[in-house]
Each structure stands twice: as C-alpha cells, then as structure tokens.
C-alpha cells in the first residue's frame, strides 16, 4: 500500500471513532418526570414558603416558611392552614382576610417551592423558587450547569425515588416541571467528552508519525 493510501485509513479511521464516540453520547435516556402543575391543581408543602409583598407595606411583605404541621403565620391575619390545599382557593380566600384588616390593600401573594440542585452547577444548594419554574430555571437558578457539568446525564429525585435519570434533548428542560422537595442533580461530562480534544490531538499525531514512517 502506498503511503498516501495508508494515510487516507488513518484519517479515516480517526473520524469513525469520533463518530462513534459522538453517538454514544447521544444515547437517548427514558424521562418519566411530570409535565409542569396546572395552577388549579398547586398546593404548598411544608418547607415551602408565601412571599407576601404588600405595597407601601415593607414591614408586612416577606417569604414566610409552612412549618412541619402545614401552618404559615402571616403578617396581620396570623396563623393559617395552608399546607395540601387548593392553592386557587387558598390565594383567594387569603387575599380576602388581609382586605379585612387593610384599607384598599395592593397585595401578591406568590407560593415558593423549596428545591435543591446539586451536583455539576455553578452555585449548588437549596432554593426557593416560583412553582411554575421548570426544570431548566431551576438549573438556571442555581448558575446553571458548571463546565464540566452535562444537561443530558440530569436527574431528579421525589420523596426517595428517581422521577427523571436523562434527557433525550437539551430543550426538553423547559417542559419538564418540579415538585416541593425536589432533589435536581446534574451529572458530570463523560471523560471521552472532557477530553475530546486530547484524544483528537494524540490521533492525528498518531496517524502523523504513522504516515511519516511509511513515507521514507
């Protein structure tokens, strides 16, 4: 064989088991997490939180934590019942009580789910975040994936078991929701991955001293 031939293969070569590599990559994993929760069908937990922001009020607004019994104590109305409870009806009725001790109240009431992300991030730990957040705001929240960080090996954990362990896709992160409690871990690049361009380098430089022997 010639060398210009033999040199051709090692190329060749090369770029089949990067091709190879890339695909194996891609392996599609099953995703069993929930779509995001209707408005109607949210309820707060304990450990969740009620941001209260009261205009012209800064005294009475804050995030104020649902205890272990289900219980939250808000500013002017007290102690309430809040936990596994219609959060339509519950924002409602609320809302109704607070324009019982406040003159012309401008007031929001937000629910605040408690969420860890952990893992290959930029900022991991415990987050509070709104409960329409999906999966990808709540990486986003937490800095987003760090450098080694890889979206598709993500995994959530619910109440013990694992609801999510992969993604088929990047932009499958925007439709998947979370729930209280959540436990969102994002794993690491594969080593093939993290070092792609080693592995290219010491190849081409392989196949250079291959064709360099055979071209004496």
Same mark, same amino acid.
């Given at each position: 064989?010639?060398?210009?031939?033999?040199?051709?293969?090692?190329?060749?070569?090369?770029?089949?088991?990067?091709?190879?590599?890339?695909?194996?990559?891609?392996?599609?994993?099953?995703?069993r997490a929930q779509d995001?929760?209707?408005?109607?069908?949210?309820?707060?937990?304990? &450990? #969740?939180?009620?941001?209260?922001? $009261?205009? %012209? +009020?800064?005294?009475?607004?804050? =995030?104020? /934590?649902?205890?272990?019994?289900?219980?939250?104590?808000?500013?002017?109305?007290?102690?309430?019942?809040?936990?596994?409870?219609?959060?339509?009806?519950?924002?409602?009725?609320?809302?109704?009580?607070?324009?019982?001790?406040?003159?012309?109240?401008?007031?929001?009431?937000?629910?605040?789910?408690?969420?860890?992300?952990?893992?290959?991030?930029?900022?991991?730990?415990?987050?509070?975040?709104?409960?329409?957040?999906?999966?990808?705001?709540?990486?986003?929240?937490?800095?987003?994936?760090?450098?080694? &960080? #890889?979206?598709?090996?993500?995994? $959530?954990? %619910? +109440?013990?078991?694992?609801?999510? =362990?992969? /993604?088929?896709?990047?932009?499958?992160?925007?439709?998947?929701?979370i729930r209280s409690g959540?436990?969102?871990?994002?794993?690491?690049?594969?080593?093939?991955?993290?070092?792609?361009?080693?592995?290219?380098?010491?190849?081409?430089?392989?196949?250079?001293?291959?064709?360099?022997?055979?071209?004496?």
């Amino acid at each position: 064989l010639s060398g210009t031939l033999l040199a051709e293969m090692g190329y060749s070569m090369i770029q089949r088991v990067l091709l190879l590599l890339a695909l194996s990559a891609c392996v599609p994993a099953t995703v069993r997490a929930q779509d995001p929760v209707p408005p109607n069908e949210l309820q707060l937990l304990p &450990g #969740d939180f009620v941001r209260v922001a $009261i205009w %012209r +009020e800064p005294d009475l607004s804050g =995030d104020f /934590l649902v205890d272990p019994t289900g219980t939250v104590v808000l500013p002017m109305i007290g102690a309430r019942t809040v936990a596994h409870r219609p959060w339509n009806n519950l924002h409602a009725t609320l809302l109704e009580e607070f324009r019982k001790e406040l003159r012309n109240p401008s007031i929001e009431l937000t629910p605040l789910r408690r969420i860890y992300v952990l893992g290959q991030v930029a900022a991991p730990g415990l987050y509070s975040v709104d409960p329409m957040v999906s999966l990808a705001g709540a990486v986003a929240t937490a800095g987003g994936a760090a450098e080694q &960080g #890889d979206l598709q090996k993500i995994q $959530i954990f %619910r +109440e013990g078991n694992a609801v999510l =362990d992969g /993604l088929t896709s990047a932009d499958r992160l925007a439709g998947i929701g979370i729930r209280s409690g959540d436990q969102i871990f994002v794993g690491r690049l594969s080593w093939v991955s993290r070092n792609s361009a080693l592995l290219l380098t010491a190849g081409l430089s392989v196949t250079g001293i291959i064709v360099s022997i055979i071209a004496r």
